[in-house]
Structures are given as structure tokens and as C-alpha cells.
């Protein structure tokens, strides 16, 4: 019996251009073990067959944010005095975009950054006007899914008279099709990104292909968690994830083990060391946020805000994610300015009732 054909180099490098379609030809050469006009010479045969039709160039500075993840509409119900369970309770409601990855897109995208989202939504009039919205404010929704048949996810919030979250409800099914096939269909979307932010509603099997997409392409990874119950999609091989950010529940629950002080907070940050992740970013609700700093967590205390302007908390967390990938594209290695600004874009998240401050814009990167 005969063994099959190893692939030709022409084939392997086709493979490669197709993974990703910017690849230059002496990082094509160096992992072939090519000589550059080797190279060449196989490019221009594959573009004279018609197999590929070219290379695209992308200056760094525009070099796309691609953000993949959840997009629904976020209903809040807000208490209009004292909650009671088990009743009927007067509220007001507000009802308005969301989604993790989708607010993350927006936040960027009010900031005037190149940004791309990919996410699901059902073919129905609430997942083409969230689209559309996005596209208004420059955001490429192209790749992203539209399910034939499937409504558009929701995320129903319970607040109490001061705003702050008692209970959600979140019906995010669709993100479940944004696995691996979608993956390899959307690769030219993914292929000129400085940064690709990930939320933790994606399936493991999406979230494992990205962190090896990640190391191969040596491209810069952002996860964001999105709530306890879901830190487990994210495994334990953390290789290929440039940063994380969480609060600290969700810290307590990917480690397994209670998070009481500073001492326990800085070995579960070693923990995730070892397991590969490069760096790390810790919301601590009014206390501010903690950042990795080599071996050392630093705490970046929260900005003076008067309890009297805070509307509420959803989106706070998903704005801080944004302007922390808002400022690492600019500068990838200044993890404490990058805090600051996710801080700023909080605060005025905050003082909004909208899931994204409409008081975003690039002005806050100058």
C-alpha cells in the first residue's frame, strides 16, 4: 500500500497565505525553509493559476481592533424604590445595545480607532439595526453572522433604585455558532489585526483555536471574561493570551479557590503565570484595578467619582476593557496608562444610562 504524498512546499505555502494573507515572503521563507526567491517564484505561480490574487498591505496605525464575541440587546429594569422578591415591583426601563464584544467594539469605534466586529445575530429587525448602528459609527461588521430562523440575543438587567445590578437574565445561544468553521471563514477579517479582544462567551473549541492562532501568528490576544459560570470555557493552557481582564470573582472562580487578600490575589496571578498568560488585569470594584507588573500585582486606585452622578453599572466593566485595548494599540507596553484610560472610559460609563457613553470620543486619546 502506498503512503500518501507529503504536500508539495507550493501547497504548504498556499496553506500558510491562507491562514493568514499578510504574511511577508521571508516569514513564508523562514518557515518553510525556503530561500526568498524560492518564494517568490511560488507566488508568482500560484497568482498566475489564479489561486491567489494578490497581497494586501496594511499601514500599523491602521491596523484593525477585531473584537469577537456576544451581541444582544440589553433591556435594564431599574427599581423605582425599595425591591421586593417574590412581588411586582414598579420600574423604569431603558433598553439599548449590548453584548460584550459588541460594547467593546462600540466603545472603540466612539473613539475613533479602526475596529471590526465579528459576532451573531439573527436575521431579524433587532440584529440588523444593531448592526447598522455600528456601521454608523465606523465599525466593520463584515463576516459577522446573521442566523436565518434565530432571534437576536437579549440581556435583561434588574437594578435596584441605586443602580447597582441585582440579577441578570442573558439569552446568548447564537454565540455558540461562532465556532471553528466560522473561524476559518472569517480568517481574512482576522489576518491584519494588531489586537483580536475575545469574550468568554465563545465556545472553548473557538477560544482554543485563537489562543493557537495567536502563537502562530505571534498577534496579540485580549480575553475578557464575561461572568463566574463561564471561566471554565477558557481551560488551562493560557499560552498565546497576551492579557486578561476579569473582576475578581471570575479570578476566584478560574483558579478554584478563595481570593481574600493580597497575598491570595498575587498567587493566583502566578498560577495563571505559569499557565502561560503574559499579563493581567484585575477590576476590584470601587477599590480600582490591579495590574500585572513582572511577578507583582500593582493597585491602581479608582478616580473620585460623587456617588450622586453614577446612573448605573452596566457597561462600566466592557468600557475599561475598551480603553485598556484602546491604549495597548498605541503603546503594547505601558499596562498602567492603558488602566488609567479604561478607568476614565468607565467613570463616564457610569454616569450614563446607556450601555456605551455617547460622551465617547477620540478627543480622550489625544
Not at 445590578?165 to 489585526?193: C, I, K, N, S, Y
Not at 446612573?311 to 503594547?332: K, N
Not at 507596553?333 to 484610560?341: E, I, Q, S, V
Amino acid at each position: 500500500m502506498s503512503l500518501p504524498k507529503e504536500p508539495s512546499s507550493k501547497e504548504q505555502l498556499l496553506a500558510l497565505v491562507q491562514a493568514n494573507p499578510f504574511i511577508g515572503q521571508q516569514e513564508l521563507a523562514d518557515q518553510l525553509g525556503l530561500s526568498r526567491s524560492a518564494v517568490a517564484g511560488h507566488l508568482a505561480q500560484l497568482t498566475r493559476e489564479g489561486r491567489i490574487l494578490g497581497r494586501a498591505y496594511v499601514l500599523p496605525q491602521r491596523q484593525p481592533i477585531v473584537c469577537i464575541g456576544g451581541t444582544n440587546l440589553d433591556r435594564k429594569l431599574r427599581a423605582v424604590g425599595e425591591l421586593r422578591m417574590g412581588s411586582s415591583n414598579p420600574a423604569r426601563q431603558h433598553e439599548s445595545a449590548g453584548g460584550v464584544a459588541r460594547n467593546i467594539a462600540e466603545n472603540l469605534g466612539r473613539l475613533g480607532l479602526p475596529v471590526h466586529l465579528l459576532t451573531a445575530v439573527g436575521a431579524d429587525a433587532a440584529g440588523q439595526s444593531l448592526l447598522a448602528g455600528l456601521q454608523a459609527l465606523g465599525v466593520d461588521c463584515a463576516g459577522s453572522l446573521q442566523a436565518v430562523g434565530a432571534a437576536t440575543g437579549s440581556y435583561t438587567a434588574v437594578l435596584d433604585a441605586q443602580g447597582e445590578l441585582v440579577l441578570a437574565l442573558a439569552h446568548m445561544e447564537l454565540t455558540e455558532r461562532l465556532d471553528r468553521a466560522f473561524l476559518r471563514q472569517t480568517a481574512p477579517q482576522r489576518a491584519a489585526a494588531r489586537w483580536v479582544v475575545a469574550d468568554l462567551n465563545l465556545p472553548r473549541e473557538t477560544l482554543d483555536e485563537l489562543r493557537a492562532e495567536a502563537r502562530l501568528r505571534a498577534q496579540r490576544l485580549l480575553l475578557v471574561a464575561v461572568s463566574e459560570p463561564k471561566m471554565s470555557r477558557l481551560g488551562t493552557d493560557l499560552r498565546g493570551v497576551e492579557l486578561l481582564v476579569l473582576n475578581r470573582g471570575e479570578l476566584a472562580a478560574l483558579v478554584g479557590r478563595e481570593l481574600s487578600d493580597d497575598d491570595a490575589l498575587r498567587n493566583a496571578w502566578l498560577t495563571l503565570r505559569t499557565a502561560g498568560l503574559r499579563r493581567l488585569v484585575i477590576s476590584d470594584g470601587a477599590h480600582g484595578v490591579r495590574f500585572s507588573d513582572g511577578d507583582a500585582l500593582v493597585l491602581l486606585p479608582a478616580p473620585p467619582l460623587d456617588p450622586a452622578s453614577i446612573r448605573e453599572v452596566t457597561g462600566a466593566g466592557d468600557a475599561m476593557t475598551a480603553g485598556i485595548a484602546a491604549a495597548l494599540h498605541r503603546d503594547p507596553d505601558d499596562l498602567r496608562a492603558a488602566c488609567a484610560l479604561g478607568q476614565r472610559l468607565a467613570a463616564l460609563t457610569l454616569q450614563s444610562d446607556a450601555t456605551v457613553s455617547e460622551a465617547l470620543s477620540p478627543a480622550l486619546l489625544v
